[in-house]
């Protein structure tokens, strides 16, 4: 992998890694949607542990359902 997890600063950076494989987007993408990196007293931002920004819940959610978009062409052909 060309970057380390740890510094992707965006959820469509993670999306859009072109080494990672779709589960392992998904979970990341799961991990930074979870309550346990909302941002203290403000719940629609996120922060992933040691990270210098914060984005919002919308932002991470867009990145999980442009994977879902994604893996929609592939599974129809597969019908």
């Known amino acids: ?3 380390p997890v740890s510094r ?3 959820p469509f950076d993670v999306a859009r890694h ?3 494989e779709p589960e392992v ?3 990341i993408l799961a991990r930074w949607a979870s309550d346990r990196s909302a941002v203290r007293d403000n719940p629609a931002l ?3 542990p040691g990270a210098r920004s914060a984005v919002s819940i919308d932002e991470v959610l ?3 359902r442009s994977l879902d978009a994604q ?3 592939s599974e129809a052909t597969r019908q």
């Open 46 to 48: 996120r922060s992933r």
């Open 71 to 73: 893996k929609r062409p």
């Open 18 to 20: 072109p080494s990672l």
């Open 8 to 10: 992707i600063l965006h």
């Open 1 to 3: 992998m060309s970057q």
């Open 62 to 64: 867009a990145a999980l």
């Open 25 to 27: 987007k998904c979970a």
